[in-house]
């Protein structure tokens, strides 16, 4: 199945499968849109078009990433493990051995250089261009989310910028806070690669934020690649197809051809003001502190365009099913560097950075600890605060499971390491930001060399008896179990 070209093709695809609702009623793009959403999402409910958000003639879209199903429709897959594999598939590229495996094995360079951004003369993205005192932030339906928040908040944005030095782009999603009708704060974190383009640059940093992309493409925006690979490289590899970029009206960077809205303009060097507060994913109120303003020169627009947004909040929130789609996405990579790793889970609950469950295979003394420090040295996963350890065998995303080993495993004296290092920007509880303690937890069995004494079996049924008892279950006239046990 092709993925979607452009949001409104996206739009077609989720009402053809009675996943986007339209509310017709005007609705109040400040505090009243977010309760609504926030209902639906907990309720595992549809993608929500509202037609008239008071105050604008755009539309706004939300909830579009809001259940696992939809974020498998973005991608043209049964599961997200699938896209996980075909990133896999290339990762683990060995010299082919023999034609059959020399053919495949063009037809997996051909899709990688396939994937490369294309320039094209025009697109729809500006049918409408406005400049000087037409740029008006104030058309668009911003949400305020939450009752504490600062101000409105553009909340779904990829953020394009150039590497002043290197020259290779960058695209990151980043929030961005409504100062006035032609600025917003920039709000990258210190980890982030826009941030580095910014710290890179002594006077002027041109930038261009696209709303409302198909949805591989906005995905890419939140993608935790490495610092000289473009998102949009990646959202071509995934889409199959490569994204097409258009020159900006004010600035020189490019931008995606199909996008909804374009807005163009620059940060400077030193040029701050004080964000927040904002209402984030970590279920709280992220406080003021200083970033970058962004001056917008331009805005550009298909006719009609339509306005994406997200709200997230205390978790479950929308963004749930994009971190999970990279979780998934981006576990073959993982492996390639820890290859012992066999899955890895990121709770929701835990705002995906307090928390990584990882199960390995374990065949030398230490090895858990061993994982412990890869975590935390791995690209973004190294600031995930606490690490829990598990066997081969343990399902991590069965919490039931993870639990029973966690309690039952760990000696808390032998098998539990405190260390320290870097942690989210948005980590409230350290006693200094950006800095504090990691929980390592080794819920694996233990070995001799690690001072336990001699492992006891686990409890298992023999399969003769296990078939026995499903091929029979009927004559004992006992109710149906759920598939799980059958
Ligand atoms: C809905 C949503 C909002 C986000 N908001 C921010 C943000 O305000 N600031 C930030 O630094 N990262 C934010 N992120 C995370 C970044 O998008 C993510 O770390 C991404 O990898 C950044 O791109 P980069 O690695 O090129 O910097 C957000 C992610 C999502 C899904
Ligand atoms: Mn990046």
Not at 3 to 28: F, K, N, Q, T, Y
Not at 286 to 305: C, G, K, N, W
């Amino acid at each position: 199945m092709a993925s979607p070209r452009d949001l409104r093709d996206w739009i077609a695809l989720l009402e053809r499968e009675g996943e986007l609702v339209r509310v017709a009623a005007e609705v109040d793009p400040y505090l009243e849109i977010t309760e609504i959403v926030d209902r639906t999402v907990k309720a595992r409910g549809p993608a929500l078009l509202f037609e008239h958000p008071r105050g604008s003639q755009h539309p706004l879209l939300i909830n579009q990433f809001g259940t696992e199903r939809r974020m498998c429709l973005a991608f043209g897959v049964e599961r997200l493990d699938d896209v996980g594999r075909k990133l896999g598939d290339v990762l683990e590229m060995q010299p082919p051995q023999g034609l059959v495996e020399k053919v495949k094995g063009l037809a997996k360079l051909k899709s990688i250089a396939d994937s490369r951004p294309k320039s094209v003369r025009g697109g729809p993205c500006q049918d409408v261009v406005l400049t000087g005192d037409e740029v008006d932030l104030d058309r668009l339906p911003i949400q305020t989310c939450w009752p504490g928040d600062a101000a409105p908040f553009i909340t779904l944005p990829a953020v394009i910028t150039r590497d002043p030095k290197t020259g290779t782009r960058n695209v990151g999603m980043y929030r961005m806070q409504k100062i006035d009708r032609r600025s917003t704060f920039m709000h990258w974190q210190i980890h982030k690669d826009g941030r580095m383009d910014y710290l890179a640059t002594d006077a002027r940093l041109e930038v261009a934020v696209a709303l409302g992309l198909d949805p591989i493409t906005a995905y890419a925006a939140s993608a935790p690649l490495p610092k000289h690979i473009d998102e949009l490289m990646l959202a071509g590899f995934l889409r199959g197809d490569a994204v097409e970029l258009v020159k900006g009206k004010t600035v020189d960077l490019e931008v995606p051809a199909a996008a909804e809205i374009v807005l163009e303009g620059y940060v400077e060097s030193g040029d701050e003001g004080i964000e927040g507060p904002f209402g984030d994913h970590t279920g709280y109120y992220s406080p003021p502190e200083p970033f970058p303003v962004f001056h917008l020169t331009a805005i550009t627009m298909r006719r009609d365009a339509i306005y994406p947004s997200i709200v997230v909040g205390k978790p479950p929130a929308e963004d749930a099913w994009l971190g999970k789609a990279t979780e998934r996405i981006f576990l073959p990579a993982v492996r390639m560097s820890v290859p012992e790793i066999v899955d890895y889970d990121l709770p929701v609950a835990g705002a995906f950075h307090n928390c990584a469950i990882v199960s390995i295979r374990k065949t030398f003394p230490g090895q858990a600890q061993k994982i412990m420090h890869a975590v935390w040295g791995l690209g973004m996963l190294s600031l995930t605060k606490c690490v829990v350890v598990v066997d081969e065998w343990v399902d991590v995303h069965d919490y039931e499971d993870v639990f029973f080993r966690v309690t039952a495993n760990v000696d808390p004296k032998r098998d539990v390491l405190l260390s320290e290092g870097p942690l989210d920007h948005l980590d409230h509880a350290p006693g200094t930001q950006f800095v504090g303690g990691k929980l390592g937890i080794d819920a694996t069995h233990k070995l001799p060399e690690e001072g336990a004494r001699e492992w006891p079996p686990e409890i298992e049924m023999t399969d003769e008896v296990k078939e026995r008892v499903a091929r029979r279950w009927h004559e004992y006239e006992l109710p149906d179990l759920p598939a799980s046990l059958r």
